[in-house]
């Protein structure tokens, strides 16, 4: 069974402390993703990847960074979080042969306080 | 610029009736288009997908949608809904014809399914 995993389902962090979050994808999936989804604005992509320490900005990167390392796994980081990057953040991954269909973690909520 | 509309936030419907959730899409090059389905607390899961080839795709638990060129629109149906329809569903649509599996989604309809 495909999996992507996200390292925790809820996070609270306080205001201008660095946050890690954290995906892995178990398919050999070239293709990884970061998403946030937020209320009535849907699924709105921050970051990609196509391959190992390759990285391209989605449509609202400001304020985050990613890292790709292993291809296996792919972090977003917050490099200062603001109370107005709480949202839900969703990882996807596809591979490079059926680049259209993307398989997705669950998801983890975090509250910057 | 391609984007893509679903013109319903929300859906109430009564469990056995038929539902349409819609979608229309702008694009200039071809598209690839996607609806994924979202239970509670969960991520996105496939629901079905339009690639090329026949216009009417089916996908799982009994959703299919119909691709309409002329109209722009790709939209969601079920003959019959059931308790457990209950999710959010996004209609998405291939960045740049979805040669790089790059993806672009609505804001998304709940759809509310009463017993």
């Known amino acids: 069974d495909v999996k992507v995993t996200q390292s925790s389902r809820y996070l609270v962090k306080r205001t201008g402390e660095k946050v890690f979050l954290e995906c892995v994808q178990d398919m050999d999936h070239e293709n990884m993703f970061w998403y946030r989804q937020d209320p009535g604005l849907g699924l709105r992509l921050i970051y990609f990847s196509y391959d190992v320490k390759m990285k391209e900005k989605g449509d609202i990167p400001e304020g985050y960074s990613v890292s790709r390392e292993k291809k296996e796994r792919f972090s977003l980081i917050l490099e200062s979080a603001s109370t107005n990057q709480t949202s839900m953040y969703l990882c996807?991954?596809?591979?490079?042969?059926?680049?259209?269909?993307?398989?997705f973690g669950p998801g983890t909520r975090l509250t910057v306080l | 610029a391609q984007s893509v509309t679903q013109l319903d936030s929300q859906v109430p419907v009564f469990e056995e009736a038929p539902v349409e959730l819609r979608c229309n899409y702008s694009s200039s090059v071809s598209v690839y288009l996607f609806w994924y389905v979202q239970y509670p607390n969960q991520g996105l899961q496939l629901l079905l997908k339009?690639?090329?080839?026949?216009?009417l795709v089916k996908g799982i638990n009994g959703f299919e949608a119909e691709f309409n060129k002329s109209q722009t629109s790709f939209h969601l149906r079920k003959p019959s809904v059931h308790i457990s329809d209950t999710a959010e569903y996004f209609c998405a649509v291939g960045r740049y014809g979805g040669s790089q599996g790059n993806l672009i989604f609505g804001k998304g309809t709940k759809l509310s399914v009463k017993p």
């Open positions: 339009y690639l090329s080839g026949s216009t």
């Open positions: 996807a991954s596809s591979s490079l042969i059926a680049r259209d269909e993307q398989f």
